[in-house]
């Protein structure tokens, strides 16, 4: 990639068995051919064994391997500092220097006492040793949990400040958002690059599962498509990976700094959107 290329990279999640670790491998086998700029690999869990087992394995799989950089999400609120130590040196092993750091989704799940935000793991992290790259998330529509969005622009500053070198939306589907969003970064001076999350909604199941845990607003556009071809399985992906793509188009052609797509393991929908914004990155083939 070259100093003015804009950032195309892919997220992966790690599956919670071994049918399915098969089925990951065959998908970043697949993701390798694109070229993208890194793969990010979340955590199926939260527990510190399934991050040591899943999250490493993969992370090092795609950046050993593939020979694609690679970067490991770590969930500030489920690990302790001996923890995050143990993952660090385990990655610098793997000479994996890239995490991206979270807070992590409160569930019924013991939560640890060292870290209660984000900010407080990147500072950790950063602290710990400086040559890790750490990311972190973002919000265009506001986090879920925060009382407003002058109290979300105060503690993404504070992550910012802490160390946070890059930023990754959560998903959004109207751009409009992602703008304003851009535009009040600025004003608090965050000026760190801002990467546009997408992702691609293929099937109806993940429709109601995204009506069910995701405050997003929906554009009225995206709500007709989704009326429309609801129960249309083929139309509906169809739409659904356009939708995404004049997305991207109209993310790139406003010049942000990278697209990052939420593949959810599904090869052949990322490459079907690559196939037609490729041209608008510069990938070194």
């Not at 602290?127 to 972190?136: A, T």
Request: charged share 25%; net charge negative.
């Amino acid at each position: 990639m070259t100093s003015d290329s804009k950032i195309l990279s892919f997220e992966v999640f790690p599956p919670t068995t071994q049918v399915g670790s098969s089925h990951l491998v065959k998908t970043l086998d697949s993701l390798r051919a694109l070229s993208p700029d890194f793969i990010s690999v979340t955590c199926s869990n939260n527990n510190y064994e399934n991050i040591a087992d899943t999250t490493i394995k993969f992370a090092d799989y795609v950046n050993n391997t593939l020979n694609i950089p690679a970067v490991a999400h770590l969930p500030a609120a489920y690990l302790d500092k001996t923890q995050v130590i143990e993952i660090l040196e385990r990655l610098r092993e793997k000479q994996t220097m890239k995490v991206l750091a979270l807070r992590g989704d409160i569930s019924d799940e013991a939560t640890k006492k060292d870290f209660k935000y984000a900010s407080d793991l990147v500072k950790f992290i950063k602290d710990y040793d400086s040559s890790f790259e750490v990311l972190g998330a973002c919000y265009p529509d506001v986090h879920p949990e925060s009382i407003n969005r002058i109290s979300d622009f105060h503690y993404l500053k504070e992550k910012v400040d802490s160390g946070a070198d890059k930023l990754i939306t959560q998903l959004f589907f109207d751009n409009n958002s992602f703008y304003d969003f851009q535009e009040r970064c600025a004003i608090a001076e965050i000026n760190v690059p801002i990467l546009a999350g997408i992702m691609p909604v293929i099937n109806r199941n993940q429709i109601l599962r995204l009506l069910k845990n995701c405050n997003t607003p929906l554009p009225a556009k995206f709500i007709r498509i989704l009326e429309k071809y609801e129960h249309n399985p083929v139309a509906l992906r169809d739409a659904g990976i356009a939708y995404a793509i004049d997305q991207i188009v109209d993310l790139v052609t406003e010049d942000v700094a990278g697209i990052h797509l939420y593949t959810m393991n599904n090869s052949e929908t990322a490459r079907s959107i690559h196939s037609s914004i490729s041209s608008l990155f510069k990938i070194n083939t």
